[in-house]
């Protein structure tokens, strides 16, 4: 079984930067990708970026060039740092862990960021 916990969620102005974190609870991190998602005020989840354990990223549109994932194998950790920081990133911010065979599909309990001056 897996757990994933977030943190780093808060309040920042518009331009600001924060660093969401996620820990992962469970055994072989390493056959897991890694993802962030989030969720708006009634607006569906949606990705937002995700990471192989062999550290291959993906970014969708709005966040290119303002957000970078990372992780960390050793420590069982997965890092969002977001830079640029928009209203429209307001939202609660989730980790996801799916395992290479699709077996294993795990949330966590989200972290709200919100951008607001």
């Known amino acids: 079984q897996v757990q994933l916990v977030e943190s780093g969620g808060g309040l920042v102005q518009p331009g600001g930067s924060l660093r969401l974190s996620c820990a992962f609870y469970g055994s072989a991190f390493s056959f897991y990708v890694m993802g962030w998602y989030r969720q708006a005020l009634g607006k569906q989840r949606e990705l937002v970026a995700r990471i192989t354990s062999g550290l291959s990223t993906g970014y969708e549109d709005p966040v290119k060039g303002r957000f970078t994932i990372s992780r960390d194998n050793a420590k069982n950790m997965v890092y969002l740092q977001m830079n640029s920081l928009k209203p429209e990133d307001t939202a609660v911010y989730y980790c996801?862990?799916?395992?290479?065979?699709?077996?294993?599909?795990?949330w966590g309990q989200g972290t709200p960021v919100t951008v607001s001056s």
């Open positions: 996801n862990a799916v395992s290479y065979d699709n077996r294993g599909d795990y």
